[in-house]
């Protein structure tokens, strides 16, 4: 009876660290950056980056469609890559993109637009990056998909390439 | 009576003072530096890590508790950005079989040393 009692101990034992490994092996415990999506965007409000006494604020109360963030700085050399699909969403007036201008200088921000044409129907300034982290951004380029109940429904991390294009489009159909 | 009035508001807000960035440091060495190898914000120097210390920091004067800035975090880049992993449903057992492995070694030291004495009696 004993010896009995002893085994069943052990077979629990085993199961529960079988099971323990089971479980633990089949989830993501890595770095997930996904976590903001579909949660309320939280609320942030930006200087203009065009005029300093504007005031730009998210979530867009009133929004009836989709809008996208996009955080850029000059001197981020993949937003140079990403630029084109932004233009490209903007000229074909699919959806409205927030630019937040991250840890730039006004002047260079500025001639990166000049010169590389301006997405963007707003753009707020994030001097420090403290409205960034607000958002779960880890740096630039990061991109949102923000549904009109301000749901993120997107995140992106790093540049818009095609799939992601493709998947923003999908999405805001 | 002045004089001791001074070295003890002296005393007390230096202390505070030490506290909080104690504290700090404390918390720093238990968030993953998300776009660093393996290292805490205690260790790193990046962008990232100086962002979210000035965070911590921030809110730390502002009075919030240990819980509250882990949950921001946490709400904002998931349980990796904590080095201990939150005691959960999901990882209730990462928890528990350590103890449980821990309780059995005991259990079996025991039974070994209690079978040697009887023996040797």
């Known amino acids: 009876m004993k010896n009995q009692f002893k085994i069943l101990i052990l077979a629990l034992v085993f199961f529960i660290f079988v099971l323990t490994f089971y479980f633990a092996l089949g989830t993501n415990n890595k770095n997930n950056t996904q976590v903001m999506v579909s949660k309320k965007l939280p609320r942030i409000e930006l200087t203009s980056l065009y005029e300093e006494e504007k005031k730009i604020s998210f979530p867009k109360i009133n929004f009836k469609n989709y809008y996208i963030i996009n955080i850029w700085a000059s001197w981020c ?53 403290q409205n960034s982290i607000e958002l779960g951004a880890y740096g630039v380029p990061e991109t949102y998909l923000i549904d009109n109940n301000g749901i993120i429904v997107l995140k992106h991390v790093g540049p818009i390439n095609k799939d992601m294009y493709q998947k923003i489009l999908d999405k805001i159909k | 009576m002045k004089l001791f009035t001074y070295i003890f508001f002296l005393i007390f807000f230096t202390q505070s003072a030490i506290s909080s960035s104690d504290r700090e440091i404390e918390i720093y060495k238990n968030i993953r530096c998300l776009v660093c190898q393996g290292q ?17 920091k921030d809110k730390i004067d502002q009075n919030e508790t240990d819980k509250q800035i882990y949950k921001y975090l946490v709400d904002r880049f998931g349980d990796w950005i904590l080095f201990d992993p939150p005691v959960k449903i999901t990882t209730i057992f990462l928890w528990i079989i350590p103890l449980l492995v821990l309780i059995s070694g005991f259990y079996v030291l025991y039974k070994k040393v209690s079978f040697i004495k009887n023996r040797d009696d």
């Open chain 1, 77 to 129: 050399v993949p937003c140079r890559d990403e630029h084109p699909f932004l233009m490209k969403l903007a000229n074909e007036n699919k959806v409205k993109i927030f630019g937040i201008n991250y840890k730039d200088s006004k002047m260079n921000a500025l001639t990166f637009l000049k010169e590389l044409g301006n997405p963007f129907y707003e753009i707020g300034i994030d001097s420090n990056g």
């Open chain 2, 40 to 56: 805490s914000l205690n260790d790193s120097n990046s962008d990232f890590a100086n962002d979210l210390k000035k965070i911590i």
